[in-house]
């Protein structure tokens, strides 16, 4: 047993000191894997069980302004994001065929891997929203599709933080970053009041925006099984297989909320599969 946790520690020396991206070995939260996996744990047992057990026999918090502002730093925030993806590769230079990592220390890959450390931290920033609907008492809010996409966000974009900063991968934050802003301006909207709910009509549509989102990402993802490219499989297959977990829990979803019988899917699920296939063409 004592060589086996030996062995262990040797090879995760070797992965993290070896096999990590040197350019970002100093950065905040990058040196261990622990940090955040902790921090994940946590916040799935503040989100079941410990935020809804020290709010239980207190009256619920009216949050509308600090939601409003909550929401509006969130869109733009998204917002920021996305610019710098598109300026450091997704604008022009990257391939949505296949796109390799750049490790030099070149401006624009520096610029790649930065916006990449935004973006993990930007997947802490969101947990904000879970503890808003603890405070004001909308248990029904923190599903388990809430918590597992919320949860496990931080720990696989370390990985790819740590790993891949840049590349193929970064495809997935460029479409996530691009809903979380239509995303989060509905949220500050909705929080305005009655006055202007009436404008956000399609929240339906918000739902099925988020699903094209998923199936464009594993069809991006696993159209690397049929090409050659000097991108890692592993990350590949991991983000893909993301696509594809979020895309059936977010079926589901909508089929629980906006189908009468449960059994109907959005109509445009199969215009979707097509237009991200014809795109990657």
Not at 116 to 124: G, T, V
Not at 201 to 219: A, D, E, G, H, R
Not at 225 to 239: A, D, G, Q, T
Request: with cysteine; aromatic share 20%; charged share 15%.
């Amino acid at each position: 047993m004592a060589q086996l946790v030996l062995n262990f520690i040797d090879s995760y020396h070797d992965i993290m000191e070896n096999k990590s991206d040197p350019r970002v070995n100093g950065w905040p939260m990058l040196s261990s894997p622990f940090p955040t996996l902790f921090i994940c744990l946590f916040y799935g047992y503040f989100a079941k069980t410990l935020g809804p057990r020290l709010m239980e026999n207190r009256k619920p918090f009216q949050l509308r302004k600090v939601l409003i502002v909550y929401n509006a730093i969130q869109t733009m925030f998204s917002a920021w994001i996305f610019y710098e993806y598109m300026m450091s590769g997704w604008g022009g230079s990257y391939s949505l065929k296949c796109q390799p990592v750049d490790y030099s220390y070149s401006p624009m890959a520096l610029r790649m891997a930065q916006t990449c450390w935004w973006y993990y931290i930007s997947k802490f920033t969101e947990f904000f929203d879970t503890l808003f609907f603890i405070l004001r008492k909308k248990n029904q809010q923190v599903s388990t599709l809430h918590v597992i996409h919320h949860g496990c966000m931080p720990m696989s974009v370390w990985m790819g933080m740590k790993f891949a900063p840049g590349g193929h991968s970064t495809f997935f934050a460029l479409l996530n970053t691009f809903v979380h802003i239509v995303m989060y301006f509905y949220y500050m909207v909705s929080a305005m009041g009655p006055k202007y709910q009436k404008y956000i009509w399609w929240k339906k549509y918000l739902t099925s925006f988020q699903m094209l989102q998923f199936v464009c990402i594993f069809v991006h993802q696993f159209q690397l099984l049929f090409r050659e490219c000097n991108y890692p499989k592993s990350f590949m297959v991991w983000i893909g297989l993301h696509g594809v977990m979020f895309l059936f829990l977010f079926s589901d979803f909508y089929k629980s909320k906006y189908t009468s019988d449960g059994k109907r899917r959005p109509a445009n699920d199969g215009a979707c599969m097509v237009c991200c296939v014809q795109l990657l063409k």
